[in-house]
């Protein structure tokens, strides 16, 4: 069974920084693509970022670009999203998506529950 599982969410001030994690169960075996998006109330889905199976091609949405970044253990299936400088509007639940075609862009194969990102002033 396949579960993708998110971690490291919580509150933060402007400013600061998070970690997120996203252990991929179930995937240990798979060449997939992977995806961070996010959620904010009132407002539909953005991609935030994401990274092919090596690790060699990442992209970004353009309001996190320069403050967050995507990365990979595949020994351990965890994908990782380090963000920096917060700002009340990275305010979201962020959710993981695998993408088994290995290519990125999706469709998302599969999705995560969420974890929830709060930044205060």
């Known amino acids: 069974q396949v579960q993708l599982i998110e971690s490291g969410g919580g509150l933060v001030q402007v400013g600061g920084s998070l970690r997120l994690s996203c252990l991929a169960s179930g995937l240990e075996d798979a060449n997939f693509a992977a995806a961070w998006f996010r959620r904010a109330p009132g407002r539909e889905r953005e991609f935030v970022a994401g990274i092919r199976w090596s690790g060699a091609n990442k992209s970004y949405g353009n309001s996190v670009k320069g403050r967050f970044a995507i990365s990979r253990n595949n020994a351990r299936s965890t994908i990782y999203l380090q963000m920096n400088n917060l700002k009340v509007e990275d305010t979201a639940i962020y959710y993981c998506?695998?993408?088994?075609?290995?290519?990125?862009?999706?469709?998302?194969?599969?999705w995560g529950q969420g974890t929830q990102v709060t930044v205060s002033l």
């Open positions: 998506a695998a993408d088994m075609s290995g290519r990125g862009g999706g469709p998302y194969n599969y």
